[in-house]
């Protein structure tokens, strides 16, 4: 008998524009940091539309850190997958890992990999933010995606 161990990923796919290249003519380093967030937008409304809209009322996920570390170069009008799955997760926070494949050859090509933290907060009304624990909706969404046995 086997155990799976790998971890299922929710995916998003994404074509390189021209827009997104530098001089050198490869993509510039920082709109891998932003297809993070497209993802995770595309997450919520996907999976927790219900988060999405309390993000219009008084709900902030407040991104407290993000990196990405890059393997090889991606240009104008490659195809790339981001795997988007949760890494860790407690009371106020969750933490996504990204790996960015380029896809449309025979073989997926792991070109960087990245992750995110996002703080779950509440806006008061003097403009400030209190921690507010994750929402369930939130937390149910990213359960199939974290690790085998994490229940988040």
Known sequence: ????????TYAYEH????EET???GNVYFTH?????GHCRERFLAERAPGVLRALHGDLALVTASCHCAYFTELFAL?????RMSLTAADEYR???GFDYYRVGGAVPQLVARGGQTVACARRTGDGGVQPVPVPEELRAALAPYGPPGSGT
């Open 15 to 18: 074509l390189v524009t021209f």
């Open 78 to 82: 490659d195809r790339v997958t981001l």
């Open 1 to 8: 008998m086997t155990t799976e161990t790998r971890t299922r």
């Open 22 to 24: 530098n001089l050198v």
């Open 32 to 36: 891998y940091l932003r297809w993070q």
């Open 94 to 96: 969750v933490s996504m």
